[in-house]
């Protein structure tokens, strides 16, 4: 699994309002807007680590079991805005005690790359003082200074050669956000309803697989069973339907939310190979859409399917000029303005022919990829029948849709 991407958060001064050594929950305050700064960093895919000093445990203002109320005060008031922190890392040692893990020292920023498989060099750290600059500047992470402490820097811009100085933590999670968004060139989603069994599965072949410019979006529909905990355990957006709204309804969802140029969404029961994921990133640099089409492995679709897609396959085909050679597959890859500009309409299994067919009338360049459809993991939740009749009507509905002028290619 590829590093995951953290930010590192500084306590007093940042999350907290700077008492003189906090002794008890009831001192502990949270700043204005933090929880919805660190609900952002959540929701955009960053771990949040909590690294802070705190030598009164040394000096005898307060002890261990005090110090973990006051954390436990601090992620409760978090939950109530649906934010969260994935660890909290303390130095208890006093400054005179030469300890390797006080900032600005970095054994424990060390420690938290070694406990979550964490990136450091694409880490980002944030505080209220220089000792918080230092120490990401130690690690070769971006910084970010926050003038929320009680002795900000003076006139921090000359002299604090941080990456970014902002007034409070929720500019701060702004920037780092924007920051990642312009690295990201393709998004992936990956739709889920009730895929407990393959989504692990899924979710672990593509963090092997990708990179930093990619994003994943997992889109879980209303699942009634173990989805969403699963997601949960991988460095990915996780969006979350409170019903069952239907695949296209999904789908749609992960694409208003993408972040990504290029949109690439794969189905959660590992039919599909992710393996094929960087060869469609790839061939989305020069087309506008790329079609996973499966011409190997037919022997896993069962025959009724296969009638209905050879059917529907050639219906688009002839209608609408189809030119790669599976309008009805799971994995694809479009731009996403042109995803945009299609308005989709279709709520569940209708959504890939009613993008093959309007991306054939916008006239995008597609070009096809074989791939081989696998047998599915855990038990499939959709009738043939409803899924063909609801790609007949799809087909049949948009005999005369015609793109908007400027939507087509360019």
């Not at 529909?221 to 709204?245: M, W, Y």
């Not at 030119?323 to 694809?332: N, Q, R, S, V």
Request: proline fraction near 5%.
């Amino acid at each position: 699994m590829k590093p995951k991407k953290v930010v590192f958060l500084d306590r007093d001064g940042t999350i907290a309002r700077d008492v003189h050594y906090c002794r008890s929950p009831e001192q502990f305050e949270l700043l204005p807007t933090v929880p919805e700064a660190i609900k952002l960093l959540n929701d955009s895919g960053f771990k949040v680590v909590v690294i802070t000093n705190q030598s009164g445990i040394a000096r005898g203002y307060f002890t261990e079991e005090t110090l973990t109320q006051i954390h436990d005060k601090m992620k409760a008031e978090l939950a109530l805005y649906g934010a969260w922190v994935d660890a909290i890392y303390y130095c208890p040692h006093h400054p005179d005690d030469g300890c390797d893990c006080r900032k600005p020292k970095t054994a424990l920023f060390f420690r938290a790359a070694k406990e979550h498989d964490i990136d450091l060099r694409a880490s980002y750290v944030v505080g209220d003082t220089q000792m918080d600059i230092d120490a990401g500047k130690a690690l070769g992470a971006k910084t970010v200074l926050v003038t929320t402490g009680p002795n900000p820097v003076d006139d921090p811009t000359p002299k604090t050669e941080a990456s970014y100085i902002a007034r409070d933590l929720y500019e701060a999670a702004g920037w780092i956000t924007a920051q990642a968004s312009k690295q990201i060139s393709n998004t992936i989603i990956v739709p889920a309803y009730n895929e407990e069994e393959g989504l692990p599965i899924v979710l672990r072949k593509l963090f092997n697989l990708i990179g930093n410019n990619y994003e994943v979006i997992v889109v879980d529909d209303g699942s009634t069973d173990g989805t969403f905990k699963v997601a949960s355990q991988f460095p990915c957006r996780l969006i979350r339907h409170e019903v069952n709204r239907g695949k296209g309804e999904a789908l749609k969802t992960g694409i208003k939310n993408a972040r990504g140029d290029n949109i690439i969404w794969i189905d959660a029961d590992d039919t599909y190979p992710v393996e094929a994921i960087p060869q469609i990133a790839e061939a989305l640099k020069s087309h506008d859409m790329v079609v996973g089409s499966r011409v190997y492995g037919k022997e896993n679709v069962p025959r009724f399917n296969r009638l209905g897609n050879w059917i529907f396959r050639t219906m688009i085909k002839k209608i609408y000029g189809f030119k790669a050679h599976d309008p009805c597959t799971g994995l694809y890859g479009a731009k996403k303005r042109y995803l945009e500009r299609m308005r989709l309409s279709s709520k569940r299994f209708a959504i890939e022919p009613e993008i093959s067919i309007k991306g054939s009338r916008m006239k995008l360049e597609m070009v096809d990829i074989p791939i081989e459809y696998r047998p599915r993991i855990g038990n499939a939740k959709l009738s043939a029948i409803k899924v063909g009749f609801e790609d007949l009507k799809i087909i049949l509905s948009l005999v005369f849709w015609q793109p908007d002028k400027g939507s087509g290619n360019g």
